[in-house]
């Protein structure tokens, strides 16, 4: 099952156990698949549920549900002041590593001022990465806002990443600041990353007065697409770790 394809769909094609396809999907999953009446996909609403479905013509019916769990133990949110090219690449590695949602901004030093066209876009990728990666939820991309706007968003942990100075490595404090215990879903943990030239004094001191931490993400200098993937990495390795101590604690046989 876990070979099968994935697609997205919206709420409103569900009607009881049938699945209306739209033409772009009978499309997709006829003309481009190659599947016919009677093969079977995933389909998944990119809110948490998915279901094994048969196609059959310009529908499909719901065999069964599926609850395989793929997402990260906790809500992680990337905000990311928009580089001059790449973004496109970040919204796909970052939906393939499990960002819940992604927040584009605008900092002082951001260059490209996006269209509702590349912002559709950017949607369309999330979904096509989620499906690929199987996820079961598919991220939110927000709107592009200023980056003043972007820290006031609730978060339990947020963490601002830094390319120069003395600061601690994420992944360390990451690990001495979060108990394991209370790690769930409702868990949020937020990272920044900078735009072409970093962050400004200013907008870290509007960070930390926020209650975000400065941190490093190491000592090479890293480009403004590459950097929300690496911090997003070490997020994602260090709660899924996490996650797999817990069950082998809780798999041991009591003395």
């Known amino acids: 099952m876990t070979q099968l394809q994935r697609l997205v769909i919206s709420s409103s094609q569900l009607q009881g156990q049938q699945i209306e396809l739209t033409p772009q999907q009978q499309h997709y999953?006829?003309?481009?698949?190659?599947?016919?009446?009677?093969?079977?996909?995933?389909?998944?609403?990119?809110?948490?549920?998915?279901?094994?479905a048969m196609l059959s013509g310009a529908q499909a019916q719901i065999l069964q549900p599926i609850s395989v769990q793929t997402e990260l133990p906790?809500?992680?949110?990337?905000?990311?002041?928009?580089?001059?090219?790449?973004?496109?690449?970040?919204?796909?590695?970052?939906?393939?590593?499990?960002?819940?949602n992604l927040i584009p901004v605008v900092s002082d030093r951001t260059l490209l001022n996006p269209s509702p066209q590349k912002l559709e876009r950017w949607r369309k990728i999330a979904i096509e990465a989620a499906e690929q990666s199987e996820r079961l939820i598919v991220p939110e991309i927000l709107d592009p806002m200023p980056f003043s706007q972007a820290l006031?968003?609730?978060?339990?942990?947020?963490?601002?990443?830094?390319?120069r100075g003395d600061l601690p490595h994420l992944l360390s404090c990451w690990q001495d600041t979060v108990k394991t215990p209370h790690q769930s879903p409702q868990t949020t943990i937020t990272i920044a990353t900078g735009p072409e030239g970093g962050w400004t004094p200013a907008e870290v001191e509007s960070a930390c007065t926020a209650g975000f931490q400065p941190v490093s993400l190491g000592k090479r200098i890293l480009r403004a697409v590459t950097a929300p993937i690496v911090a997003l990495s070490l997020i994602s390795a260090a709660v899924e770790q996490e996650q797999g101590n817990m069950v082998t604690e809780e798999q041991k046989p009591e003395n």
């Open 74 to 100: 906790v809500t992680v949110s990337l905000i990311v002041a928009l580089p001059k090219n790449g973004f496109d690449e970040i919204v796909r590695q970052a939906t393939e590593l499990g960002v819940t």
């Open 29 to 52: 999953l006829i003309r481009v698949l190659r599947l016919v009446s009677g093969d079977r996909f995933i389909a998944m609403n990119g809110q948490g549920q998915s279901w094994l």
């Open 152 to 163: 006031s968003s609730d978060t339990n942990y947020g963490f601002i990443c830094e390319a």
